[in-house]
């Protein structure tokens, strides 16, 4: 006997959205970004249709890709409440602690080093690698983590196929919807939007009608973010974090109990590295 999620809550990037695939989609002045906004509010659109056939009664979407202005308000299901904009405490993540009973991720891409399309981790041109309690992590585990903290499983990862194994991987049970199947980093086979919208709506009314089968994704406590950045230049920047120590040349550590303390701690040493 499973029971339905009431409140459901949906974070978006672009990378992996629907016929997503290259820079001139993801980024703001891209002559083919408009494009990309309005596929990602479809795909967003298509999950909240789904969440809401499978009982949801609060759906908050949240925008997580660049400056988080991306999702197309008036174009989105009304049933649907919208965060927009940045900096944002948790960024991806902001607003998971107000009491929800399932996550999705939709438009998710795979850890940097991996073979997704447009793969990176929180910054393409500062992160090399993030692991969380020894465990290498992408986007995906790293807000499952946060989620996981509040006491919220993940119950669908949309994107390529890649991002759909490496959420498989760390999660255990979670839908995954893979609506390309990545060639490369700037390439993919990708299904029609009529054919993915379906197989997204499909699997998100079926992840909330089986959301006490999810687990929240535990990593144990102490949680420790080790980043490791692509020059030792940028390690020097960010290790002026308070609390962040020094593993190798390119490679620092966090540790808190608290893991959104130690999130806000990563991204300033992005912040950091990346200034
Ligand atoms: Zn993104």
């Not at 967003?44 to 609060?58: F, Y």
């Not at 790293?142 to 999660?171: K, M, S, Y």
């Not at 709506?201 to 692509?230: C, D, H, M, Y």
Request: glycine share 12%; charged share 20%; proline share 3%.
């Amino acid at each position: 006997m499973t029971s339905t999620a009431k409140r459901v809550y949906i974070s978006v990037d672009i990378e992996g959205i629907t016929g997503v695939v290259g820079r001139e989609q993801t980024g703001q002045t891209g002559k083919d970004y408009e494009r990309a906004r309005r596929a990602m509010t479809g795909d967003a659109n298509a999950a909240i249709a789904g969440a809401l056939a499978g009982g949801a009664e609060l759906i908050v979407v949240n925008d997580g890709h660049g400056n988080m202005q991306n999702l197309i308000l008036e174009e989105l299901n009304p049933e649907a409440e919208l965060v927009i904009g940045s900096p944002k405490p948790l960024t991806q993540m902001e607003g998971i602690g107000d009491g929800f009973d399932l996550a999705m991720f939709v438009g998710y891409h795979a850890r940097m080093g991996s073979a997704g399309v447009l793969s990176h981790t929180i910054s393409g041109n500062v992160v090399a690698n993030i692991w969380v309690n020894g465990r290498v992590m992408g986007e995906s585990g790293i807000n499952a983590t946060l989620a996981g903290h509040f006491g919220v499983p993940v119950g669908l990862v949309t994107g390529d196929q890649c991002v759909c194994a490496e959420a498989r991987d760390v999660l255990g049970n979670v839908k995954t919807v893979a609506v390309k199947q990545a060639i490369t980093r700037y390439s993919a086979r990708c299904l029609n939007p009529t054919k993915s919208h379906g197989l997204i709506q499909a699997a998100a009314e079926a992840a909330v009608r089986e959301a006490s089968s999810f687990s929240a994704l535990k990593v144990g406590n102490p949680v420790t973010f080790r980043i490791q950045f692509k020059d030792s230049g940028m390690t020097d920047s960010a290790g002026r974090v308070p609390g962040a120590v020094k593993v190798d040349p390119t490679t620092l550590e966090f540790t808190h109990e608290d893991p959104t303390v130690g999130f806000k701690a990563l991204r300033s040493m992005i912040g950091l590295a990346a200034s």
